[in-house]
């Protein structure tokens, strides 16, 4: 069973950035699609960012430009970076894979007006 554990939120200033990671149990290359997801309170889980394994990315239309998803296959570690933060883009950050229902418990982000 894959395990994945979030860290990095808290709270920042808007405009401000934050990087999260997300550390795996499991050779991360090896599952496509995994990916950043972001639930703001009392609404459904989406997506911000993903990588496949053949390494292309894709993003959420809004965040295009500012976040940047990246991994370190040889530590099975995936990496949001975020830059120039919103309010609108608080809440919690999980990384996952959705197809597979995989994910971690979510790490918080917080953006102050």
């Known amino acids: 069973q894959v395990q994945l554990v979030e860290s990095g939120g808290g709270l920042v200033q808007a405009w401000g950035s934050l990087r999260l990671s997300c550390a795996a149990s499991?050779?991360?290359?090896?599952?496509?699609?995994m990916g950043w997801y972001r639930q703001a309170p009392g609404k459904q889980r989406e997506l911000v960012a993903a990588?496949?394994?053949?390494?292309?990315?894709n993003y959420a239309d809004a965040v295009k430009g500012r976040f940047t998803i990246s991994s370190d296959n040889a530590n099975n570690m995936l990496y949001l970076e975020m830059n120039n933060l919103n309010p609108e883009e608080a809440g919690l950050y999980y990384c996952?894979?959705?197809?597979?229902?995989?994910w971690g418990q979510g790490t918080q982000v917080t953006v102050s007006s």
């Open positions: 996952g894979q959705r197809a597979l229902d995989i």
């Open positions: 990588s496949t394994r053949g390494g292309s990315t």
């Open positions: 499991t050779i991360i290359s090896r599952i496509n699609a």
